[in-house]
T-cell receptor, first 116, second 116 residues
Framework: AQKITQTQPGMFVQEKEAVTLDCTYD???????LFWYKQPSSGEMIFLIY??????QNATEGRYSLNFQKARKSANLVISASQLGDSAMYFC?????????????FGRGTSLIVHP | GAVVSQHPSRVICKSGTSVKIECRSL??????MFWYRQFPKQSLMLMAT?????????EQGVEKDKFLINHASLTLSTLTVTSAHPEDSSFYIC????????????FGNGTRLTVT
């Protein structure tokens, strides 16, 4: 069984500052993928960043970086230089094997509010 | 690339009627599609996994006779909510993946279903 945990229901950050959104996971499969998605109030799910379990380096995409600590089973999202448009729900997801197929499991999400 | 189109974005129907939601991958072939349901301020709940040309795999607790899923081609999956009731009112969102492995999911914009 696989599990993904986001312990921060809500986070606040000042515009232009950096913020870290926590994500821990549990899986018995050595091969898996970790994703972060952003969901604005309009509802669409926007793919932000991906980290493979065998990737040697932490993933980065523009202002987004993933702090991947495999031994601790954590995959925290770091958003640098926060913008007002970053206010949204953020979901961490684990793509691991379940019943022979890769099935994504989502965390409960973290609501991020960026203050001007 | 990796655009997923979902229609309709909003639908209101009367209790007892059926509603069909379409999910199309516009610029890639989607070997696997997933259907999620999301309640307000909650995470995505996986309803079913559909692989092209085979029957959908439903998650525990999801009624397969009520939520009919068809994945007839590599670019189209449909979810039909049969004999809808007010408790079926929710946000339904599909996602598509190029393969059956660890590659990222790409989401449609979701469908807000209201059953009166």
């Amino acid at each position: 069984a696989q599990k993904i945990t986001q312990t921060q229901p809500g986070m606040f950050v000042q515009e232009k500052e950096a913020v870290t959104l926590d994500c821990t996971y549990d899986t018995s499969d050595p091969s898996y993928g970790l994703f972060w998605y952003k969901q604005p109030s309009s509802g669409e799910m926007i793919f932000l960043i991906y980290q493979g379990s065998y990737d040697q380096q932490n993933a980065t995409e523009g202002r987004y970086s993933l702090n991947f600590q495999k031994a601790r089973k954590s995959a925290n999202l770091v958003i640098s230089a926060s913008q007002l448009g970053d206010s949204a729900m953020y979901f961490c997801a684990l793509n691991g094997v379940s019943g022979g197929s890769y099935i994504p499991t989502f965390g409960r999400g973290t609501s991020l509010i960026v203050h001007p | 690339g990796a655009v997923v189109s979902q229609h309709p974005s909003r639908v209101i129907c009367k209790s007892g009627t059926s509603v069909k939601i379409e999910c199309r991958s516009l610029d890639f072939q989607a070997t696997t599609m997933f259907w999620y349901r999301q309640f307000p301020k909650q995470s995505l709940m996986l309803m079913a996994t559909s692989n092209e040309g085979s029957k959908a795999t439903y998650e525990q607790g999801v009624e397969k006779d009520k939520f009919l899923i068809n994945h007839a081609s590599l670019t189209l999956s449909t979810l039909t909510v049969t004999s809808a009731h007010p408790e079926d009112s929710s946000f339904y969102i599909c996602s598509a993946r190029r393969d059956r492995g660890k590659s990222p999911l790409h989401f449609g914009n979701g469908t807000r279903l209201t059953v009166t």
